[in-house]
């Protein structure tokens, strides 16, 4: 046992991006970080704990990956300043786990001798060797461990059996760690990146023993997937698909959801006394029941999200959409972190770090909150399900079309926004796009269960706290004081009221201005606001029926269409908020995002309203 | 780059393809490299050998070849070896270098987008890379196919 040490040795993992870092890191520390199969997904610092086999205390640190070491990017130079140590109050970590992928050792090897050149120790981690091996790459290992210089790991960092050889040589490595004292990253000129690729390619030359050319699968679905005409037809497909399976998978489970909840309301207004049944049913069960209904949605969303994510398949729609987010004056990277918002803008407007240039990251983050978050999907879902009949036009099923519709405006009005910012704001040259295509893979079962877990289990969780007190909360204040003219007299109507001026002249009811306070909170909130607050509301009549069906009675089309106008826009999310002005570190930029998004959902909602009473008389 | 050491193997290169940059046809011995060293049309060239599988790759600057592509002009489906860069010390070049762009890497253009033929996904070795037409243009090309 070498627990006497003073304190845990620090091993940190540094390579190219896409090498299988932070699937390393879950495998050892039992960690649960996002992983997927595109470049830059790790855009944090990350540590975790676990023991060698000699029982050693370890703190691994999981770093963004890195082609070199001039840190242009947010992400890069979390990384390189991990590294060198230059982490105030921090020593450099006593051991670089340099990873490479055994597939594209002859491109990436150059950045292992850049990363070696600092004179830390280090061992490289031949990664994804189960991968090289099926295309039938040969690499002789002690070969490239004498003309490196340092230990030479395979790995297969998926499996416990493929991490099991670092695991078996670790407490060796540990124990005869030289004493060095790092040298200054080598200043990375044309003349010294040059030298480095050629010592790196004859290296190449000596140790990869049989070489085949590019993996077969990944060249013949790019050239499905990346035709020039082809695979813009069916990115739009798979999107299309996604928004309709949405709808259509989801029916069954969200009816049964439905009836479940119903039940309960029913027996929770049989408790004795009133006011408790009014608490329970009003309160916490029309509050909770109307957000967990679109639980099914939600789960379909992501599983599509990560199989496209896990796949390989999420940089080739980057591909396919970056001349569009050219012209809007975008960078190509910004694409992944706006798909990712269609998640959550939260993740999103961290993924922005990949980008070099500080003017292309702001813009990003500025539009990021326009992508249709899954936060909207229930207030979407809700509005569609009450005024837009479950009819097909064609084989399509109109719902899902109308669902598209709103994916798509916030899809166009990013790229509108994100023009006119660079014009004017954010104005300068538009960054490069270089970006590598990773191969493509199966998802991996247990990772596709895992990651769809933890979605599941933060929509419960957002369900149980911050929607479940809002909608104790609001039954609280929507019902006292009593008095002769319903939810006006109480506390909620009295705030409702100073604010209904401002919200008639796009169509909203005191009953939705209510509910769009607490739902400032999160999106998803103000569909349990909604929940409670027509509940209090409701007569007999009525409350047999679900919030979509109150809703029928309750409002007019034109008010309904407007209200989804208002979600396309409407900056709802407080989360959002912080995290823009953490990432901006600007108070300035982060009020500008909420006011022009305020605006835009006024002026949209407006126009929605105006038009659509027009049309219907 | 040490061309006055050893005896190589030069990829199957035909010199004799090459001409300058005024399309003077250059006549040289497949394996020699005397003539080269001359001045070409008044001017010497810079002769440039990076190893690659089997044996080196010769990288002639400072003269055109017939077969010198700019990366962003060659056709879905063309191949050929990087042979150079448009700037030496461009921080562009610098970022192309990173990802893994060197001297003697098999390229070979495997998409292009729709609009204006931009980007372009390129397989670089056993790797892909996406690009746009412009950066692709820092990278210089002898074609092989």
Known sequence: MSNDTDRE??????????TGKTTFFNGLTGGRAKTANYPGVTVERRTGH???LGGTAVELIDLPGIYGLAGRTLDERVAVDAITGRIEGETPPDLLLIFLDATHLRTHLHSVLEL???GRPAVLILNMMDLAERDGTKIDIAALERAIGIPVIPSNAARKSGREALVNRLDTLLE?????????PLSIDGTTIKALQKEARSIANQVILHETGMNTLTRRLDGIFLHPLLGPVILAAILFLMFQAVYSWANI???LIDSGFSQLYGLAKQIKPDMLASFLADGVIAGLGSVLIFLPQIIILFGFILLLEASGYMSRAAFLMDELMRRAGLNGRAFIPLLSSFACAVPGIMAARTIESERDRLTTIMVAPLMTCSARLPVYTLIIAAFIPREKIGMFNQQGLVMFALYLAGIFSALIVAYILRKTVTKGETQPLLMELPSYKLPQVWDFALGLWQ?????????????FSVAIGLWFLASFPKGDNGIRDSFAGMIGSVLEPIFRPIGFNLETVIALVPGMAAREVVVAAMGTVYALQGNDEQIAGSLSQILQSAWTLPSALSFLAWYVFAPQCFSTIAMVRRETNSLNWTLFMVGYLFALAYIAAFITYHVALAFTG | MGLDTGVRRYDGYKLRNYSDSNRNLVEAPAA????LRRPVTGRSCVITEMPVANGSHLCFTDFMSTKRRKLNELKRHEAGRVCGFAAHNDAMVIKLREIGFAEGDEVEVLGRGLIGGTPISVRLNQTVIALRTREAGLVEVDLTT
């Not at chain 1, 040795?9 to 896409?18: C, E, F, K, Y």
């Not at chain 1, 005869?176 to 200054?184: E, G, I």
Request: glycine content about 6%; hydrophobic content about 45%.
């Open chain 1, 9 to 18: 040795l620090r091993l940190a993992m540094i390579g190219a991006p896409n």
């Open chain 1, 50 to 52: 676990f023991h060698t």
């Open chain 1, 455 to 467: 979605r599941i289990w933060i929509f419960l969780r957002r369900a149980g706290t911050i929607i």
């Open chain 1, 116 to 118: 070696k050149a600092l």
């Open chain 1, 176 to 184: 005869s760690l030289p004493k060095t004292t790092t040298t200054d």
């Open chain 1, 253 to 255: 489970p969200m009816d």
């Open chain 2, 32 to 35: 020699g490299l005397s003539p």
